[in-house]
């Protein structure tokens, strides 16, 4: 280190005045339920975050990210919630080792999250295996949290302690995510090793000039404005053009789709009723479909890659089509519904050009669409009920609202988040009314817990080498979705063995 740098080194850095793409990064990681996404909407406060979603095999796991504040600290922090179904089932580790390589690759701390008043869990274990496994290098913290009740005087934090100690990932700290507690804590550990990297940020930068941002800590956002990604799609002339222009002409338009842009690039985003709806690929199918019209056309299966991004996907079909051909959708429009229900997606169906239907001859053939579609539906895609059938006109402007409306309600049941507690005192109701299969299953099922929203994923705890039937399967995820009215939304149990 030259004196230059020597003399630096004395110096605190500003991390408020950092340039946030050269933060620091830190991932939380932990078994489900110790808290990490309440530690992580602490730390970023009502700050914006960005969820991206990494596809691998079929299954979508999202990560959080976003600008934790911790006192004068800024760091980038990433959720790992969507990861933890993966980290903490040994057999499959190996497959998804690219995604966790993605996120381990960007961190350079972990904050390692266990229960304080469970103790170690042989999860614990298996997430500190992994760890170790994918990311020898990373900068680890153990934080015990749901800490605050061990301050009681009595020597519960101390053997708390001592177990976490075994990990062998150096000193614990005690937190409570919920109540804040162990915040200083945290910092006064965090705050050397940050600056050591952002030391050797600066050394490999050369000066100080190059990593200060004027607007670095920019205004903040509230989390549940954090725009919701929408893709419409449909075969060429069902009027997505048209009804997306209803929708970018009467919303307030953010970033209006420009032309000359790459696909990938191309940014449409609007705002419905306080919400900020980003619009996927829009020139994608513009473009395509454009140059590419006709009947046989299978251009309109989105590549599953531009799928994957959007959220909800709005698939929009062609009133008179249906009657015309007397079935609603077509082979193409099969696969998109389907593909979209397998990726997890939410789905809105959307049949346009309802106005053709209108006269007088075809009033009977209007209540029969309106009747059929949604029954023809369900038998091509029997695994998700209820998935919402909205009747348009985007020429006259009519629907548009309804669109919006179950858009964003599709939306939030993706985004729900049911606690343990809550889902085992359904599981020990629901468990009564049914006539398992596999008797043992029943009495197996040790408890159930979601282990990710986006869309809702749930674990159910087996005892013992018990293996609940596809059939008792169904029948579960049927009731979850019939009582927590969660139609339309592809939810996926799995389920793990415990001791
Ligand atoms: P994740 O699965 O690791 O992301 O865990 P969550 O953040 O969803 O938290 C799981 C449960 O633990 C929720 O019911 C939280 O309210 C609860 N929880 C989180 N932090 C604390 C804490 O500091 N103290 C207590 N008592 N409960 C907490
Ligand atoms: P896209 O290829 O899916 O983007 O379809 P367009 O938006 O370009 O629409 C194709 C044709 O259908 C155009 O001539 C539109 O005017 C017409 N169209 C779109 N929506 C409606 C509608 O609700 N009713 C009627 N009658 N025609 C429509």
């Not at 077509?330 to 519904?337: K, N, Q």
Request: aromatic fraction near 6%; charged fraction near 25%.
């Amino acid at each position: 280190v030259s004196e230059k740098y020597g003399a630096f080194h004395q110096k605190p850095v500003d991390f408020t005045k950092v340039n946030k793409n050269l933060l620091p990064t830190v991932v939380i990681v932990g078994r489900p339920n110790v808290g990490k996404s309440a530690l992580f909407n602490r730390l970023i406060r009502r700050r914006e975050a960005l969820v991206y979603n990494t596809p691998e095999d079929h299954v979508t796991r999202d990560v959080r990210e976003g600008i934790a504040k911790l006192g004068d600290l800024r760091f980038r922090v990433l959720d790992s919630a969507g990861l933890e179904v993966t980290a903490c089932s040994g057999s499959i580790l190996d497959r998804t080792a690219g995604m966790t390589a993605n996120v381990l690759n960007r961190s350079q701390f972990a904050i390692f999250l266990i229960d304080a008043r469970y103790g170690l869990h042989p999860l614990d274990l298996e997430v500190g295996k992994w760890l170790r496994r994918h990311a020898p290098k990373i900068n680890r913290i153990v934080a015990m949290n749901k800490s605050e009740s061990l301050f009681d005087g009595s020597d519960s934090l101390m053997s708390a302690t001592a177990e976490a100690y075994k990990l062998g990932f150096g000193d614990p700290i005690a937190i409570s995510a919920e109540t804040g507690l162990g915040m200083q804590d945290l910092y006064g550990v965090l705050r050397p090793m940050l600056e050591e990297y952002m030391h050797q940020v600066l050394i490999d930068k050369g000066t100080e000039d190059n990593i200060l941002s004027e607007d670095a800590d920019s205004p903040e956002v509230e989390e549940s404005k954090l725009p919701l990604q929408l893709a419409i799609v449909g075969r060429p002339n069902v009027g997505k053009s048209t009804l997306l222009n209803t929708l970018l002409q009467e919303e307030r338009v953010l970033v209006g789709p420009e032309a000359g842009l790459t696909r990938d690039s191309i940014r449409a985003e609007f705002e419905f009723q306080g919400r900020t709806i980003y619009l996927v690929d829009t020139a994608g199918w513009l473009q395509r479909t454009k140059q590419e019209k006709g009947p046989a056309s299978l251009s309109i299966v989105q590549s599953r890659k531009n799928l994957m991004r959007a959220q909800v996907i709005a698939l929009v079909l062609d009133a008179e089509e249906i009657a015309k051909a007397n079935r609603s959708m077509t082979h193409a429009e099969v696969v998109i519904a389907r593909r979209a229900v397998e990726e997890g997606r939410g789905l809105v169906v959307i049949v346009n050009k309802m106005d053709l239907l209108r006269g007088k001859e075809n009033s009977t053939l209007y209540e029969k669409i309106m009747e059929a579609v949604p029954e023809e539906i369900q038998t091509v895609i029997p695994q998700v009920t209820g998935i919402p059938v909205v009747f348009i006109s985007a020429l006259e402007g009519r629907g548009r609202l309804e669109v919006m409306r179950q858009v964003i309600n599709t939306y939030e049941k993706w985004c729900l988040r049911l606690s343990t507690a809550h889902l085992n005192r359904w599981l020990r109701k629901v468990i009564s009314r049914h006539s398992w299969k596999n008797k043992t299953a029943q009495t197996k099922i040790k408890y159930f817990t979601q282990v990710k929203s986006r869309p809702p994923t749930f674990v159910a705890f087996v005892s013992g080498k018990a293996q609940i039937s596809e059939t008792d399967l169904r029948f579960l995820t049927k009731s979850l979705k019939e009582d927590f009215d969660l139609g339309g939304i592809p939810i996926r149990i799995m389920q793990r063995a415990v001791g």
